[in-house]
């Protein structure tokens, strides 16, 4: 079993495991909603997902058509996961709110045209992309 959880704790998830779908993404709505130079996503199929507490949502449109929802804590401001229009059978989940150093790698790297220069992702097999990748032109 697997958790997830904002700082303070008032947020919860109850996770099935490691996910097999681990997405680093470096587009600029990432980096602002993270503070960070990019942020981390560890999806999951909706009804393996148990959430407790009572989160706030900020929606923003997607910059690959839709909207995306992400669900913050009130009182520390943690973003603990996230759903998109565009991918309505998953969620996904701040690996930064998961807090296992030793979680899934990521599996893709996208946005990478606005990826700070000094952040590499690294890993066999792992697919880099310029753009969010969302077409589905392989598989
Ligand atoms: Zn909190
Ligand atoms: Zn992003």
């Known amino acids: 079993m697997t958790d997830a ?8 998830l109850s996770l099935p495991g490691p996910s097999s779908l681990v997405v680093a993404c470096h587009c600029t709505d990432c980096q602002r909603r993270t503070g960070a130079p990019f942020g981390v996503g560890a999806f999951y199929p909706v009804e393996e ?3 407790s507490g009572a989160p706030r949502e900020y929606v923003r449109a997607a910059e690959s058509g839709g909207k995306v929802r992400f669900h913050f804590c009130a009182d520390c401001a943690s973003t603990v996961y996230w ?3 565009n991918l ?3 969620i996904g989940v701040a690996v930064g709110a998961i807090a296992d150093p030793n979680g899934p790698a ?3 790297s996208i946005f990478e045209r606005s990826k700070h220069p000094w952040v590499e992702i690294v ?8 753009h969010g990748g969302a077409r589905k032109s392989s598989s």
Do not use: F, N, Q, T
């Open 49 to 51: 997902v148990k959430i």
């Open 83 to 85: 759903s998109a229009d």
């Open 5 to 12: 959880r904002c700082s303070c704790g008032a947020i919860a």
């Open 88 to 90: 309505p059978a998953m």
């Open 123 to 130: 890993g066999a097999g792992i697919e880099h992309l310029e």
């Open 106 to 108: 990521p599996i893709k």
